[in-house]
């Protein structure tokens, strides 16, 4: 499904639609280039899965992992700082992405695939995610391409913007 948003607010709204969509043990790999709006997507993302108006979501590039409590738990990974496979192992995502019990959004997920064969994850597999891949078209314009990936018969809702 493709998703074009013209404004930050519309990046929030559609983030909420398909945040009251994902259910505990979904995992969200978040694909785009620097400013792309990954962060307020997930913004949105949190609002949809109950996190409070007033609790902040901000990118965890210096922290690599924020946890947040909306209805059930959101774990918020950021990837852009680690530089290896190695790193990126050392954080014990299995534990998070997993467990069963939380939705996990990943920016930079590029990062999981290993460069030399780009269609394998690391030494973890994630069978089951939700892949979306943000593309920056002007100063406000995205597209978003929201790809739901070995989740049986989940579909995705329609999403109303306008």
């Known amino acids: 499904m493709q998703v074009s948003t013209h404004s930050h607010g519309e990046s929030l709204a559609l983030g909420e639609h398909l945040g009251q969509w994902l259910k505990a043990g979904d995992i969200v790999l978040l694909f785009g280039d620097l400013g792309s709006g990954k962060t307020t997507l997930t913004q949105g993302l949190c609002r949809g899965l109950g996190l409070p108006q007033n609790e902040y979501v901000r990118s965890p590039s210096f922290t690599l992992i924020n946890e947040y409590q909306g209805a059930i738990p959101i774990y918020h990974i950021d990837l ?56 920056i078209n002007s100063e406000t314009d995205r597209l978003l391409k929201i790809a739901p990936v070995n989740l049986g018969d989940r579909t995705l809702p329609t999403f109303p913007l306008h």
């Open 80 to 135: 852009y700082r680690l530089d290896t496979i190695q790193e990126i192992e050392t954080l014990g995502l299995e534990e998070i992405l997993f467990a069963g019990k939380s939705v996990s959004i990943v920016e930079w997920a590029e990062k999981l695939f290993p460069p030399t064969n780009p269609d394998a994850f690391l030494s973890f597999e994630i069978d089951k995610r939700v892949e979306i891949r943000i593309e």
